[in-house]
């Protein structure tokens, strides 16, 4: 799965190529295989092995003996793909078969007639139109979803509006996640293989019958009728509807997903402590940072966040740099990783300090951390908000972390040309290196 991640996001960065600088249609064949880029960027003689194609208008119209990566601003497909096919862009077309797996992401998603995918399919955009053969599964997100054909195996969908032709037929299991129940018709699949789960309004749901069992309760206790054995019964029920509800699942998978929980949170207070027990000062340095100015880091998180993501394109430019491109994905994501952990620290410790004083001991510091977490993985659960709230703490945290690394390169910078460095260019530690504390920071930047 993380192979493919990474082949669809290379595929979609060369769509940043610096395209109007080349010629309509620049095409180079390295290794065996085809590269081809440009405004206009179409590929017309086959492809001995993969082939990478990448413009504002991007096409396949010659046959290619393994993987097709391409990426555009309109994208088309029209000639056979023994391998896998890797898309990306606003408008794509994909008209001819396709060997292995199919993964494609954009605006507008099209597989037409001509078409058949030969292995699984996986698919994110806004509007996706199925009249191809499907001979694998199929896992697509959109808003919009029309399936006009004939599907082999399961089929799991996000989905808001879900529409089938007269030609739809799922030979598997249907399994679908939206707002409310969609009419299938019996010719498609058959309602025992049909799986809906709900995600708006499920937490009033389980709310609501969580209360109802609640007054049932309320009035067992005033009758005094079998009251322990009522007792039990009902609060076993609300459990279990509150966790059908909420997840979707039974109280087995309840349980797997607070497992899950557990073993993640665990892993991050791991890598909090590291960075704890190793780097305190600078640790606390980025905290008071981002508690003096988080509206600051917010912004420069926002910077630091585009110059990571623009190393991508930069990385391509040269065609040769994609090998890089997993490396500087990595990154990003380490990066956005101890930002969260960052954020969740500050903010959880700012609050604590609030209500009680507490010693700056590596426990104290790692249970404001969990703490912090634990609060932070509530908000997912916040519709809409929940993961704009997440990204803003993303942000700040990346912000606060830029802003000290880049205050301490200012200094060593001055320092290696012997400048006298100013007091607001040096970076704030106590002579004994402890943590710093809130009073020695200089909030300047």
Same mark, same amino acid.
């Given at each position: ?13 060369? !769509? ?9 249609? %620049?095409?180079m ?12 960027? +179409?590929?017309d ?6 082939? &990478? ?5 991007? *096409?396949?119209?010659?046959?290619v003996?393994?993987?097709?990566? $391409? ?14 096919l ?15 797996? @199919? ?9 037409e ?9 996986r698919i ?12 694998? *599964? ?5 808003? %919009? ?15 808001? +509006? ?34 809906h789960?709900? /995600?708006?309004?499920?937490? @009033? ?8 069992a ?17 007792e /039990? ?41 590291? &960075? ?11 905290r008071?940072?981002?508690? !003096?100015?988080? &509206? ?5 998180? &926002? ?28 990154? /990003?994501?380490?990066?956005?990783? @101890? ?12 609050? @604590?300090?609030? $209500? ?7 426990? +104290? ?19 809409f908000?929940?993961?704009? /709230? ?39 530690k ?16």
């Open positions: 799965m993380m192979d493919r991640t990474i082949r669809l996001a290379a595929a979609a960065v060369l !769509a940043l190529l610096p395209a109007t600088a080349l010629a309509d249609d %620049d095409l064949v390295f290794g065996g295989d085809t590269y081809v880029s440009g405004q206009t960027a +179409n590929l003689t086959d492809s001995g092995r993969s082939a &990478f194609v990448s413009g504002f208008s991007a *096409s396949i119209d010659a046959a003996t393994k993987d097709a990566h $391409i990426a555009g601003g309109h994208v088309s497909v029209d000639a056979p793909v023994s391998g896998d890797y898309a990306a862009g606003f408008w794509i077309a994909i008209d001819g078969p396709v060997g292995g797996d @199919l993964s494609a992401s954009g605006y507008s998603v099209s597989l007639k001509n078409a058949t995918i030969g292995g699984n399919s994110a955009a806004r509007t996706i139109e199925i009249d191809a053969d499907l001979a694998g *599964s199929l896992l697509a997100v959109a808003q %919009d979803i029309t399936i006009n054909t004939e599907i082999t195996g399961d089929v799991m969908l996000a989905v808001d +509006n879900l529409t089938f032709g007269p030609n739809a037929k799922i030979d598997g299991l249907l399994s679908y996640v939206g707002p409310q129940d969609i009419e299938i018709p019996e010719s498609v699949i058959s309602a025992d293989r049909v799986t789960r709900r /995600i708006a309004g499920a937490a @009033l749901s389980s709310l609501a019958q969580m209360t109802a609640g007054e049932a309760l309320h009035d067992l206790r005033e009758n005094g009728a079998v009251r322990t054995a009522a /039990i019964a009902a609060g076993k029920e609300v459990v279990k509807v509150a966790g059908e509800k909420t997840f979707g699942h039974d109280d087995d998978n309840v349980w797997a997903l607070l497992a899950g929980f557990l073993v993640t949170l665990i892993a991050y207070v791991i890598v909090a402590a590291i &960075f704890f027990n190793f780097a305190p000062a600078r640790t606390e340095t980025i008071v940072r981002l508690m !003096a100015k988080p &509206f600051a880091s917010l912004c420069y998180g &926002f910077l630091a966040l585009s110059m990571l993501v623009g190393a991508v394109p930069v990385a391509a430019i040269t065609i040769v740099g994609i090998v890089l491109i997993p490396f500087v994905i990595l990154l /990003i994501v380490a990066a956005c990783i @101890l930002s969260y952990l960052v954020a969740a620290y500050a903010f959880a410790w700012g609050i @604590l300090s609030k $209500i009680k004083p507490i010693s700056p001991s590596l426990t +104290n510091k790692l249970l404001a951390t969990a703490a912090g977490i634990v609060l932070l993985s509530l908000t997912h659960y916040l519709w908000f929940g993961w704009i /709230i997440n990204l803003a703490v993303v942000l700040i945290g990346l912000g606060a972390i830029a802003a000290v690394c880049g205050k301490g390169m200012m200094a060593r910078r001055e320092e290696s040309g012997n400048v006298p460095v100013s007091p607001a260019a040096v970076e704030d106590p002579a004994d290196g402890s943590p710093a504390s809130d009073a020695s920071f200089d909030p300047k930047i």
